[in-house]
């Protein structure tokens, strides 16, 4: 009979595989933890949570738009004697001395086809001499007018208006707004009818292409 020695393990051994044992655990612990915060990290976001993260976007670009955003204002270009043009966009349409029948005599102005509504300026500085219907005075083909009396001893004439924003008396500078344009009186579209004249009235007019050239404003 075979004999055979029953070895105790030493507390030594035991306290170096309690300590193998722990390690183990602690790193099943310490991997489950990794899995699961990968899971997490690739699982989809909630529709919720998208709908929130693309308003959040949305906002903080419109807010930075926002922020960037200059309001641009019209400014009438003014040559250095002061005067303007009548309209800032335009078209050329009938011209100074034009035949034709739309006219009792030869065409008294320059025409500028632009939309009813398109702000009418003063093309230099002076004094409000007439303004309102009729012609403000000169005749119903005219429509609704305005005249302006410029410091050397011109006039300008704005007529076939859908809206008359001056009074007579009142003081006017060069590209200052004094009505809106329209389709007033003897016209054939909307339009506005430009003179120059030597005087207030009808009958007076000159070349108001060649007037404006000589105070710096080109067309």
Do not use: C
Not at 84 to 96: E, F, G, N
Not at 119 to 136: D, R
């Amino acid at each position: 009979m075979s004999r055979f020695t029953i070895r105790r393990p030493r507390l030594a051994d035991l306290r170096t595989r309690s300590a193998v044992l722990a390690a183990g655990v602690g790193s099943v612990a310490v991997l489950g933890a990794g899995a699961a915060f990968a899971a997490e990290a690739a699982a989809p976001a909630s529709p919720a949570k998208v709908s929130a993260a693309v308003a959040a976007q949305a906002k903080a670009q419109t807010k930075a738009a926002e922020a960037k955003k200059t309001v641009a204002k019209p400014v009438a270009a003014v040559s250095t004697s002061g005067w303007a043009k009548p309209v800032d966009a335009y078209t050329l349409s009938a011209t100074y001395g034009k035949a034709g029948g739309m006219w009792a005599s030869n065409h008294s102005g320059q025409d500028f086809a632009v939309p009813t509504g398109t702000p009418v300026k003063s093309v230099g500085p002076g004094t409000v001499v007439k303004a309102g219907p009729n012609g403000a005075g000169d005749g119903p083909a005219y429509g609704n007018a305005v005249v302006v009396k410029h410091d050397n001893n011109t006039y300008s004439q704005y007529a076939h208006l859908s809206r008359v924003d001056v009074k007579i008396g009142q003081q006017v500078k060069g590209g200052q707004q004094i009505a809106l344009s329209g389709n007033t009186g003897n016209s054939s579209g909307p339009h506005l009818h430009f003179e120059i004249r030597t005087t207030p009235n009808y009958g007076s007019a000159v070349n108001p292409v060649a007037h404006l050239r000589a105070e710096g404003i080109t067309l």
